[in-house]
């Protein structure tokens, strides 16, 4: 089985490289995936500041690679998978470990464009989402600060380390059909 992993910031295009894959007809994981539902199970909101309640959670009862060992519960017999939205080595470490050939990509894109991208998704756990951000009230400077607590959070984690161990960076600039076909070939690539 090979795995492809994307890792990245908040905002950075995972999402859209994910919607690439699908539309390449490869199964797509999303590591997030796992949060929401065990959040749903516990009757939390998918809010930010739940879910990031319940990866802290069961990274400490479980392991830093908690999230991956669930995600590889969800494979199937599928001999490519992307998984979407790693946050550590260990998460890393987990899934080539698991596979026959694994391959970690990072997404990388500048701040500002991360920010007004996330502004613009309106998703559940995006900070403007929260209890603590309505959608009216927040300013630009609240939304920053926010998704500064989510980076840090994450961070926290490893996510630092597992996009220094990337393989493949794969950049996001901002034009989003130009980014789709850089995702296309990159995946392609790997997959031939």
């Known amino acids: 089985m090979k795995i492809i992993g994307f890792v990245g910031l908040p905002g950075s295009g995972k999402s859209v490289a994910s919607d690439v894959a699908r539309g390449m007809g490869l199964k797509v994981l999303v590591m997030g995936d796992v949060i929401r539902q065990e959040a749903a199970a516990r009757g939390l909101e998918p809010s ?112 630092n380390e597992a996009m220094k161990e990337a393989d493949l960076v794969l950049m996001n600039k901002g034009d989003l059909e130009q980014f789709r076909e850089s995702a296309r070939k990159l995946l392609k690539a790997l997959t031939t």
């Open 48 to 159: 930010d500041e739940n879910l990031g309640k319940v990866g802290n959670m069961l990274r400490a009862s479980e392991g830093p690679e908690a999230v991956a060992r669930r995600t590889l519960e969800r494979i199937g017999k599928e001999k490519i998978i992307v998984v979407d939205g790693l946050r550590s080595k260990a998460e890393a470490d987990l899934f080539r470990a698991r596979s026959t050939e694994f391959h970690l990509v990072n997404i990388v894109a500048p701040a500002n464009s991360r920010v007004r991208w996330i502004e613009s998704r309106g998703r559940s756990d995006d900070p403007r989402s929260t209890s603590a951000l309505s959608r009216a009230s927040a300013s630009e400077g609240q939304m920053v600060s926010a998704l500064e607590q989510r980076v840090g959070r994450e961070m926290g984690w490893g996510m």
